[in-house]
Nanobody, 115 residues
Framework: QVQLVESGGGLVQPGGSLRLSCTASGSIGSIYDMGWYRQAPGKQRELVARITRRGTTNYADPVKGRFTISRDNAKKTVYLQMNSLKPEDTAVYYC?????????WGQGTQVTVSS
């Protein structure tokens, strides 16, 4: 059974930093894209950042220049370094992993940016 285990969320002051991690375990097979999405209260889930197997990245406009996505293929892990956090970054962050035939989601980790 495939599991995605996320960590690194929490409460941080505006301007602070957090690093999220997500590790895949189980018989997941070959991983293609890995990414992070977020969902704020009352809003739809949206893409934050995505990285291909070869390392090509793309970011949502609100996080460009502040967030960095990376991955370690050997560890089946994707990271999201979040700097200069703003209150509007507050949301539940979900890890997403795509294989050739499946789409997996983590359980979500809360990120709260508040003074």
């Amino acid at each position: 059974q495939v599991q995605l285990v996320e960590s690194g969320g929490g409460l941080v002051q505006p301007g602070g930093s957090l690093r999220l991690s997500c590790t895949a375990s189980g018989s997941i097979g070959s991983i293609y894209d890995m990414g992070w999405y977020r969902q704020a209260p009352g809003k739809q889930r949206e893409l934050v950042a995505r990285i291909t197997r070869r390392g090509t990245t793309n970011y949502a406009d609100p996080v460009k220049g502040r967030f960095t996505i990376s991955r370690d293929n050997a560890k089946k892990t994707v990271y999201l370094q979040m700097n200069s956090l703003k209150p509007e970054d507050t949301a539940v962050y979900y890890c997403n992993v795509k294989t050739l035939i499946n789409d997996y989601w983590g359980q979500g980790t809360q990120v709260t940016v508040s003074s």
